[in-house]
């Protein structure tokens, strides 16, 4: 019988992988990742991550399930690989997305060097995504059902990973792993999908990086693309590319931030026809339907998280790419990920640069 080591977030997805796998005949060991302090004036709210709460909920479904439990600490490793580049990504006028590196170095990567050392094969997830193993290669792939799918946020996983990963929940619809949960009388069946950013629960990012770095962040001008002066920002930090609201101007029409520019400390505005590219520059590429790729490369190609993507031919040079759409894309982001996909396979992906 094969080992898995489960992490368990003390969500509905999770448990029902833990109980799909233990189905399957699989012996498992339930992990919680033990990842931040909130502090002592922190409220749990029905979609906070990561809390107590969470913590107990998971025991208690591995309790019912019948197999081991234990919290695991990486609260240190977090703030290393996590926090510190989130903060570090806004102060270079990036916009991080710390559930690509959370993947990449927390489940990914600490989770299975505990599964080596507790005897596990796999890690197991309550991600939607599936794997595939073709011609003693493992590709990662959409989830049967788009709506949900997460391959996404897990684009820098390495063959090593991939080969000891399960994802049970990859062909399963939200609404039927709820109704999993409901007949197994799991106490976390109806809670709420976490937010995005776990270790913020309020949302208000940029005052989350002042309190943590005790540094303030000057104001300075907006500017149009012209260079004239139309108001004064609170701090680079406070925004992102594409952004319209909380600017906090009068302005005659809509405009958006196009550009973040640190030598001088202006926020540049721009009409949402201005916010549209072609090329978009990627570095610290991670391929995966093959070790690496010399040629240009035809592909659909998602900015963000929720950006149905676009075709694209993508040239690689070095551990880079250089992405040109065949339609010009809006408020491309330096600090995403743009990951690029072969119908439901992942090609690979890699960090938008500022350039």
């Known amino acids: 019988m094969k080992k898995v080591l489960v992490a368990m977030s003390g969500g509905v997805d999770s448990s029902v992988a833990a109980y799909c796998l233990k189905e399957q005949g699989y012996e498992l060991l339930g992990v919680t990742m033990r990842l931040h302090d909130y502090g002592e004036s922190f409220q749990e709210e029905e979609n906070s991550c990561c809390t107590t709460r969470d913590m107990e909920d998971a025991g208690k479904v591995a309790d019912m399930l019948g197999f081991p439990f234990e919290a695991a600490d990486y609260k240190a490793d977090f703030k290393e690989k ?111 999908d976490s937010q995005d950013i776990c270790f913020i629960p309020d949302g208000d990012y940029a005052a989350f990086i002042q309190r943590t770095t005790g540094k303030e962040y000057p104001p300075g001008d907006f500017v149009d693309t012209k260079g004239n002066v139309l108001g004064t920002h609170k701090g680079l ?25 640190p030598e001088k400390n202006q926020v540049i505005l721009c009409s949402n026809e201005e916010l549209f590219q072609r090329e978009v520059t990627v570095g610290e590429i991670n391929w995966i339907m093959r070790d690496s790729y010399k040629e240009p490369v035809r592909a659909m190609v998602k900015l963000r998280y929720a950006h149905k993507g676009g075709a694209a031919t993508i040239y690689p040079e070095g551990d880079g790419a250089k992405i040109v759409f065949d339609e010009p894309q809006r408020a491309v982001t330096p600090g995403q990920s743009a990951v690029f996909y072969d119908g439901d396979y992942v090609i690979g992906g890699g960090k938008i640069i500022r350039k």
Do not use: M, W
Not at 127 to 152: C, F, P
Not at 237 to 253: D, E, V
């Open 82 to 192: 996590v926090i510190r580049p989130f903060i570090q990504a806004y102060e270079n006028c990036e916009t991080p997305n710390p559930c690509v590196e959370c993947n990449r170095y927390l489940k990914f990567e600490g989770l299975y060097r505990k599964a080596k050392e507790s005897g596990c094969e796999y890690v197991a997830t309550g991600h939607y995504a599936r794997i595939e193993e073709k011609d003693g290669r493992y590709l990662l792939k959409r989830a049967k059902t788009l709506a949900k799918d997460q391959s996404y946020v897990l684009y820098s996983l390495n063959q090593e990973q991939l080969a000891h990963t399960l994802f049970p929940l990859g062909e399963y619809k939200k609404e039927e792993t709820r109704q999993i949960a409901q007949e197994q009388g799991f106490l976390n069946a109806k809670k709420q």
């Open 237 to 261: 930090i406070h925004y992102t590319i594409g952004q319209r609201r909380g600017l906090g101007l009068a302005l005659p029409a809509p405009l958006y931030v196009k550009e973040l520019d």
